[in-house]
């Protein structure tokens, strides 16, 4: 009889590629899947009886700012106990590495951790210290251009030299050929809204030659949208790459309702581009506190102040009455500053969640003393949620926008599916059960529903708890596969 580590049976498999849900054995071994079938005669030193749970790939967060969080608190909890096996790092422009600092930390890379966190001068430095950690998730990452831009300009409030971007480059370059997924952008934020156009695109241009992707936060998110879609989509060209708009939505009361002309204009560019996008299942953002998004009419709660710290949990309008200030001079007495900006209307955030070439991504602050609750909650949040309860989308659908579609995007070889050959990373799950906690009030919470996690064939989570195993490590940039 032939042997495996770990026998799951009578499981419903949901294979990530939106195919409906099979009930099989799976079998594990040297943290690969060796088997799927109806029935496995198979020896194993650990067998699950799945009593008909859903097994599915290991989930995918694509959009988080755990960068040195992985390193400094490897166990992962937060994703860990949401299912989510791999975590892809350096999103928005800023990124652990490559990074030299020779001031201050500029905002919003203060979002990834202390100044001292920042030691990894060379990606594959970065890489080594992930692997050295050995942290429960797997770990992707994107090269921050705002990274770049840190490491080789006097100041940020401008557009980069052509000497500059040369030098910028060859740090890209030679991040890719240590696996780098790609370049990111944040041209939101003020240490990189001066750079201009052409300067983003000379720095996609090494991409195509790699088969990396390029994401952004768009340039705008408000009522410039439709301007912000179009110099990301030059910038793809330029560089002929992909493009992966992160955490799309229709932010501002003024910009409620766009929704359907957004992904309407994205679908029409996708059928002679490749143009993807990611979204969190909330109607809420966070990052640091920006006075260009001071709007009286959106309530803004306050995360953490470094002058300030007795506000975090307070709204910017509780604090502004208390001061006897508009919420504009409270804003700026509290900086720097972390916000969550209920900005996003419900519908438009539906909208885009259902749309079938939108992958889910967290954007948790995992540094945040009272996080936006996504960084507990994204993952179950979608299934239970807005898949079992409200119906936007089907089981195999929300599995497939969380797995296969964000491994083909990113070019994550050989996970993502479950499939024969491929990497043992499974997330063991109760539809029927299966729900977030985490609230805006109460944001540390694990979420119900989540039976047992493996990571590289290693049982890593289990509903007492993490068990202490840490199989993850670093995942270096493989081919993408995209299917519009």
Same mark, same amino acid.
């Given at each position: 009889? #032939?042997?495996?580590?770990?026998?799951?049976?009578?499981?419903?498999?949901?294979?990530?590629? *939106?195919?409906?849900?099979?009930?099989?054995?799976?079998?594990?071994?040297?943290?690969?899947?060796?088997?799927?079938?109806?029935?496995?005669?198979?020896?194993?030193?650990?067998?699950?009886?799945?009593?008909?749970?859903?097994?599915?790939?290991?989930?995918?967060?694509?959009?988080?700012?755990?960068? %040195?969080?992985?390193?400094?608190?490897?166990?992962?909890?937060?994703?860990?106990?949401?299912?989510?096996?791999?975590?892809?790092?350096?999103?928005?422009?800023?990124?652990?590495?490559?990074?030299?600092?020779?001031?201050?930390?500029?905002?919003?890379?203060?979002?990834?951790?202390?100044?001292?966190?920042?030691?990894?001068?060379?990606?594959?430095?970065?890489?080594?210290?992930?692997?050295?950690?050995?942290?429960?998730?797997?770990?992707?990452?994107?090269?921050?251009?705002?990274?770049?831009?840190?490491?080789?300009?006097?100041?940020?409030?401008?557009?980069?030299?052509?000497?500059?971007?040369?030098?910028?480059?060859?740090?890209?370059?030679?991040?890719?050929?240590?696996?780098?997924?790609?370049?990111?952008? *944040?041209?939101?934020?003020?240490?990189?809204?001066?750079?201009?156009?052409?300067?983003?695109?000379?720095?996609?241009?090494?991409?195509?030659?790699?088969?990396?992707?390029?994401?952004?936060?768009?340039?705008?998110?408000?009522?410039? =949208?439709?301007?912000?879609?179009?110099?990301?989509?030059?910038?793809?060209?330029?560089?002929?790459?992909?493009?992966?708009?992160?955490?799309?939505?229709?932010?501002?009361?003024?910009?409620?309702?766009?929704?359907?002309?957004?992904?309407?204009?994205?679908?029409?560019?996708?059928?002679?581009? #490749?143009?993807?996008?990611?979204?969190?299942?909330?109607?809420?953002?966070?990052?640091?506190?920006?006075?260009?998004?001071?709007?009286?009419?959106?309530?803004?709660?306050?995360?953490?102040?470094?002058?300030?710290?007795?506000?975090?949990?307070?709204?910017?309008?509780?604090?502004?009455?208390?001061?006897?200030?508009?919420?504009?001079?409270?804003?700026?007495?509290?900086?720097?500053?972390?916000?969550?900006?209920?900005? =996003?209307?419900?519908?438009?955030?539906?909208?885009?969640?259902?749309?079938?070439?939108?992958?889910?991504?967290?954007?948790?602050?995992?540094?945040?003393?009272?996080?936006?609750?996504?960084?507990?909650?994204?993952?179950?949040?979608?299934?239970?949620?807005?898949?079992?309860?409200?119906? %936007?989308?089907?089981?195999?659908?929300?599995?497939?926008?969380?797995?296969?579609?964000?491994? #083909?995007?990113?070019?994550?070889?050989?996970?993502? %599916? =479950?499939?024969?050959?491929?990497?043992?990373?499974?997330?063991?799950?109760?539809?029927?059960?299966?729900?977030?906690?985490?609230?805006?009030?109460?944001?540390?919470?694990?979420?119900?529903?989540?039976?047992?996690?493996?990571?590289?064939?290693?049982?890593?989570?289990?509903?007492?708890?993490?068990?202490?195993?840490?199989?993850?490590?670093?995942?270096?940039?493989?081919?993408?596969?995209?299917?519009?």
């Amino acid at each position: 009889m #032939q042997s495996c580590d770990t026998l799951i049976r009578k499981a419903a498999v949901m294979d990530g590629g *939106g195919a409906p849900a099979e009930w099989m054995d799976v079998g594990i071994a040297d943290g690969r899947i060796v088997a799927i079938a109806p029935s496995l005669a198979l020896h194993a030193d650990s067998v699950v009886e799945a009593d008909g749970l859903t097994l599915a790939p290991g989930f995918i967060d694509v959009h988080t700012h755990d960068d %040195l969080y992985v390193i400094r608190r490897p166990e992962m909890l937060p994703k860990l106990s949401q299912g989510v096996t791999t975590v892809i790092v350096g999103n928005c422009g800023i990124s652990a590495s490559p990074a030299t600092l020779g001031g201050a930390l500029p905002d919003p890379m203060n979002l990834l951790g202390e100044r001292e966190g920042f030691r990894y001068g060379t990606f594959a430095e970065y890489a080594d210290a992930v692997n050295g950690a050995r942290p429960a998730v797997n770990v992707a990452a994107l090269v921050g251009h705002t990274a770049l831009r840190n490491n080789h300009m006097d100041r940020l409030d401008r557009a980069a030299t052509d000497n500059e971007i040369e030098k910028m480059q060859a740090q890209l370059r030679e991040s890719l050929e240590g696996g780098a997924l790609g370049l990111s952008s *944040g041209l939101a934020y003020l240490s990189a809204n001066a750079a201009t156009t052409e300067e983003v695109a000379a720095m996609a241009r090494p991409l195509g030659e790699y088969g990396a992707v390029y994401t952004t936060h768009m340039r705008s998110e408000t009522e410039a =949208i439709r301007e912000a879609m179009e110099e990301s989509f030059a910038i793809g060209r330029a560089g002929r790459a992909p493009v992966i708009v992160s955490h799309l939505k229709c932010a501002g009361v003024a910009n409620w309702g766009r929704s359907g002309e957004v992904l309407g204009a994205l679908d029409e560019a996708r059928v002679s581009q #490749q143009i993807g996008f990611d979204c969190y299942p909330y109607a809420a953002g966070s990052s640091t506190l920006d006075l260009r998004q001071v709007d009286e009419r959106v309530r803004i709660a306050i995360t953490w102040s470094t002058p300030h710290s007795e506000m975090a949990g307070k709204t910017l309008a509780e604090i502004a009455q208390e001061w006897g200030v508009t919420q504009l001079e409270a804003a700026k007495r509290l900086q720097p500053a972390g916000a969550i900006y209920h900005s =996003i209307d419900e519908a438009d955030m539906r909208r885009i969640l259902a749309h079938p070439a939108t992958m889910i991504g967290s954007d948790g602050l995992p540094n945040d003393p009272r996080p936006h609750p996504r960084l507990w909650g994204t993952f179950p949040r979608v299934l239970g949620r807005y898949c079992r309860d409200e119906k %936007l989308m089907t089981l195999p659908e929300a599995v497939r926008k969380m797995t296969g579609l964000s491994a #083909q995007r990113f070019g994550l070889a050989q996970r993502g %599916l =479950i499939r024969e050959g491929f990497h043992a990373d499974l997330v063991l799950f109760d539809a029927k059960r299966v729900m977030d906690t985490a609230t805006f009030s109460e944001p540390v919470a694990t979420a119900k529903g989540i039976s047992r996690v493996w990571v590289n064939g290693e049982l890593a989570y289990t509903e007492a708890g993490a068990t202490g195993s840490r199989a993850g490590r670093f995942v270096a940039r493989g081919k993408t596969d995209w299917v519009q």
